[in-house]
């Protein structure tokens, strides 16, 4: 082979790789805004469910599982969110999750165990049908951070939540997803309307807006 023909052959595998490269990096930006999506449309689903039925609907992510997940579940009744560092959750048992409380469950448990109080069993459970059956994002994506006011800090670990309440309103949210390259797509979810809004970067809001029912504006550390 002549060196010309070695410097076109070196020529056509550099454009070949360069262009993989790119193919590759745009069908990974192409599942972080599916993933995006997803969780825009899942957030939507809950949001009517929560008016249509007159409950309270929480979407669950998974993040510690290899393939995130999303989980649909329902509470029956009334249930009052608390923040995590709250003084009255602090004053009760660890261990329990303390984001939610049925004040019925609360009452009965404080009457049978004056020595342990405990905010009493989750009213939660999941939705039965098809259309809220557990979903996963898409392949190599994950969830990574879940910003919520009910949380003093951004959930990076074990299960988070974002609440949909009866009366059409729901927690100002945000959701990082990312892929195997730490590239970070987010998702803002709107507290009047449940609709989401997609950010190509890892969005951070300065403060989340208060989500109507009267719980302090919680803010977020840069």
Not at 146 to 152: A, K, Y
Request: overall charge negative; some cysteine.
């Amino acid at each position: 082979m002549t060196l010309i023909e070695i410097m076109v052959v070196i020529l056509i595998i550099a454009l070949a790789s360069t262009a993989a490269v790119y193919g590759l990096g745009a069908v990974t930006q192409a599942n972080l805004r599916s993933a995006c999506m997803t969780i825009n449309a899942a957030s939507r689903g809950a949001y009517g469910r929560s008016i249509a039925e007159g409950t309270t609907v929480r979407l669950v992510f998974d993040l510690d599982a290899d393939q995130s997940t999303m989980a649909f579940e329902e509470a029956h009744g009334r249930v009052t969110l608390t923040r995590t560092d709250d003084a009255t959750r602090a004053q009760l048992e660890e261990g329990e999750d303390g984001t939610v409380v049925d004040p019925w469950a609360a009452a009965e448990a404080r009457l049978s165990n004056t020595l342990h109080p405990t905010f009493g069993a989750s009213p939660f459970s999941a939705i039965e049908g098809n259309r809220f059956r557990t979903r996963e994002l898409p392949n190599g994506i994950r969830v990574v951070r879940v910003i919520v006011p009910h949380e003093p800090e951004p959930v990076e670990e074990g299960h988070a939540a974002i609440y949909f309440f009866p009366g059409g309103q729901t927690e100002n949210a945000v959701v990082w997803v990312s892929d195997a390259n730490d590239r970070v797509f987010s998702v803002e979810i709107h507290p009047l309307t449940g609709r989401g809004t997609v950010y190509d970067h890892a969005y951070e809001p300065e403060q989340l807006l208060d989500d109507g029912h009267g719980r302090q504006r919680s803010e977020v550390e840069r």
